[in-house]
């Protein structure tokens, strides 16, 4: 399996430990509309732990034999300081920088877990499920709430969102989740997924680029 570390622009490691990676679904109103969910009226969470974690210059390795693996290309946002029932302005301080995940979903399954009332973790929190871009530091970034991001499946469009469509903004994510998980240096938070999720398959290339900093090639085994 390709080791995870957290990594800066210039590929260098961070000196953060390997954590959790708390979840935020139906983030985004054209994706909840795409899957035919309600809008939730407090952040949908659930985590994923460490070991789901690989590089995202590395292959995406999806599951094989438990049905269609979705890609869900996410916001990820990577703590520098302890955050417990924090506010607004500590939330903002503890970021160390942003940068892209994929939150692999494995839909069929997660569909039979919805209906049987079952926690997703089968679905979504399985070995390699997160692959991880390289951080960008808060400082390189203008605004937190203008993240513009993409996805490209064999040089198409599949995914775009712009962290200004958040139906809960980053901050008041963390506040939120602070509230019920202390995120700790090194934790992760993922901050849902514009529309178009759809099956990824071995051999798929992928192009994932975050607006005006970094474009990632890499393809599906
Ligand atoms: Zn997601």
Not at 21 to 46: A, M, W
Not at 180 to 202: C, N, Q, R, S, Y
Request: charged share 20%; net charge negative; hydrophobic share 40%.
């Amino acid at each position: 399996m390709f080791e995870y570390k957290h990594i800066d622009s210039e590929c260098k490691k961070i000196d953060l430990p390997v954590g959790k990676v708390v979840c935020v679904g139906r983030n985004y109103l054209q994706h909840i509309k795409e899957l035919d969910n309600d809008v939730p009226s407090t952040p949908l969470l659930f985590n994923k732990p460490s070991t789901a974690l690989v590089p995202l210059n590395s292959p995406v390795v999806i599951p094989k034999n438990l049905g269609p693996c979705h890609n869900e290309l996410e916001v990820a946002v990577l703590i520098k300081t302890r955050l417990c029932q924090t506010s607004i302005k500590d939330a903002e301080a503890a970021i160390w920088g942003v940068g892209l995940g994929l939150d692999l979903t494995l839909r069929e399954v997660q569909n039979t877990l919805k209906k049987q009332g079952h926690p997703w973790e089968r679905a979504k929190a399985f070995d390699c499920s997160c692959p991880m871009s390289q951080f960008i530091a808060k400082e390189q970034l203008d605004n937190l709430s203008n993240i513009d991001f993409s996805l490209s499946v064999n040089n198409e469009l599949r995914q775009q969102g712009n962290s200004q469509e958040m139906l809960f903004p980053i901050l008041k994510l963390l506040v939120n989740i602070s509230n019920t998980f202390t995120l700790l240096p090194g934790d992760i938070v993922m901050t849902g997924t514009p529309k178009g999720v759809a099956a990824l398959l071995v051999d798929d290339h992928i192009t994932i680029e975050l607006n005006g900093h970094f474009s990632i090639r890499t393809y599906v085994v």
